[in-house]
């Protein structure tokens, strides 16, 4: 059973189209982080969200973690082929000692 | 700036034998952690060392060891090999306290 809950799974999409994915845990962490990987490399962090009702822009990707810092969603703006990707989100205890995975949401985006 | 380095980047081993993977953090980060990571699936935590010491240990059997270097490198060990250890595994580095993981690109290990 996964800590955190990715969805969707996956998700195909067109150039040029909007998309948000979530992740949910019955958890409270003290950060939650997204990253991601392209095959054969490991995950790149792009955000640490910290703060419960926090929202952070990094460029078309926005993200937001909720008040209660349980659940956080990526939205991404005019999404592009360059997005393509698996999207991971791991949330950290407040030890910080580990840091817990989704499954992950494999996104295409197609030109 | 070297980020983390794993080395090997491929390994093939047969059932049974024992494997050890290598680990150099990020310059400036002292504590590295270890992941599993099946095909299609997210990263699932080994465990974490920081100042030599395992401070944290997921749900993995004790096949598989670990030890951290005055260097703050580390290597995973894994024992008995079985055909279901075959994956990736990925080092990860921080810097105590602070948030965020460098990732390296992982050992692709297979056992066959």
């Known amino acids: 059973t996964q800590l955190l809950e990715q969805s969707p799974q996956f998700l195909s999409i067109q150039e040029g189209e909007n998309l948000t994915v979530y992740c949910n845990s019955s958890?409270?962490?003290?950060?939650l982080q997204w990253y991601r990987q392209e095959p054969g490399e490991g995950p790149v962090l792009l955000v640490t969200?910290?703060?419960?009702?926090e929202v952070k822009k990094l460029k078309r990707l926005t993200f937001q973690f909720g008040d209660a810092r349980k659940d956080s969603s990526l939205h991404i703006t005019a999404a592009q082929p360059g997005d393509t990707g698996l999207y991971l989100c791991?949330?950290?205890?407040?030890?910080?000692?580990?840091?817990?995975f989704g499954a992950g949401t494999r996104l295409t985006v197609k030109p | 700036d070297a980020g983390v380095t794993q080395s090997p980047t491929h390994l093939i081993k047969t059932r049974g034998q024992q494997v050890t993977l290598r680990c150099s953090p990020k310059?400036?980060?002292?504590?590295v952690s270890w992941y599993q990571q099946a095909l299609g699936q997210g990263p699932q935590f080994i465990f974490q060392?920081?100042?030599?010491?395992?401070?944290q240990r997921g749900n993995f059997p004790d096949r598989f060891s670990g030890h951290q270097f005055p260097n703050y490198s580390s290597e995973l060990n894994v024992n008995a090999l079985l055909l279901g250890d075959s994956a990736l595994y990925l080092c990860?580095?921080?810097?105590?306290?602070?948030?965020?993981?460098?990732f390296g690109s992982g050992t692709r290990l297979t056992v066959v």
């Open positions: 791991a949330g950290a205890g407040y030890n910080n000692n580990d840091m817990r």
């Open positions: 958890s409270v962490f003290s950060s």
């Open positions: 969200v910290v703060t419960g009702g």
């Open positions: 310059s400036g980060h002292d504590t």
């Open positions: 060392y920081y100042e030599e010491e395992e401070r």
């Open positions: 990860a580095s921080c810097r105590t306290g602070m948030n965020g993981y460098t």
